[in-house]
């Protein structure tokens, strides 16, 4: 039978331009926070992560943001290419260190 | 580039049948971790493992899971009487260094099947 899930949130962007993904998370004792790239049929690739005592950090392309006091998480792609096409999601974990991932967003890249 | 691997790719049961997921994680890594995805949903923590035990589970892992590491580089989830809502993505993963769920790495999934 039809299994119903959900619908994830799209952003479509041209090839060249930067993305923005952004992610609400729940818990404000979470400390840690982590995007992660899942390209279709594969697992989930880390891609940045960072803590709470932090509010920016950044990496190859990528940058994430972290604003504590409306709990926001956002994930800034620069240059975005064809490869970058993929569900991005963050997950966030307090001091049990279980993980909670957010439902995703699908970034379509065109070229 | 070391990765985690698993086997099988795709495995296909009957509902009340036993099946066993397995994970080959990073070598020098010591944290190792269990995964699922239901179709179309949200990646959901199972289990962690680290020093031979269990350090956290979630509300998922109840009593028809199990894990174990049966030897110096396999990591296994089994699944003692499969359901139908067991019908998912499975992802193992692993961490090395002293902080648990510093940078997992995940292998490619099993897609797990119960008909």
């Known amino acids: 039978g039809e299994s119903v899930g959900l619908h994830l949130p799209t952003l479509s962007v041209q090839e060249g331009d930067n993305s923005i993904i952004n992610c609400a998370y729940s818990n404000s004792a979470s400390d840690y926070f982590i995007w992660y790239k899942q390209e279709s049929g594969k697992g989930p690739q880390f891609i940045i992560d960072?803590?709470?005592?932090?509010d920016k950090r950044q990496g190859q392309r990528v940058t994430v943001l972290l604003n504590k006091t409306v709990k926001h998480l956002s994930l800034q792609i620069a240059a975005t290419q064809p490869g970058d096409s993929a569900v991005y999601f963050c997950?966030?974990?307090?001091?049990?260190?279980?993980?909670?991932f957010g439902r995703g967003t699908s970034l379509i890249v065109h070229p | 580039e070391p990765e985690v691997t698993q086997t099988p790719s795709h495995q296909v049961t009957q509902m009340g049948q036993e099946v066993i997921l397995r994970c080959v994680p990073i070598s020098n890594h010591l944290y190792f971790y269990w995964y699922r995805q239901i179709l179309g949903q949200k990646v959901e923590f199972l289990v962690s493992?680290?020093?031979?035990?269990?350090?956290?589970k979630s509300e998922i892992f109840d009593d028809q899971f199990s894990v174990e590491r049966p030897d110096g580089s396999n990591f296994t989830l089994k699944i003692r009487s499969t359901k139908l809502e067991d019908s998912a993505m499975y992802f193992c993963a692993s961490s090395g260094g002293s902080i648990p769920y510093n940078e997992q790495f995940f292998g490619p999934g099993t897609r797990l099947t119960v008909l």
């Open positions: 997950a966030e974990s307090g001091g049990s260190y279980i993980p909670t």
């Open positions: 493992f680290y020093n031979n035990e269990i350090s956290e």
């Open positions: 960072i803590r709470s005592n932090m």
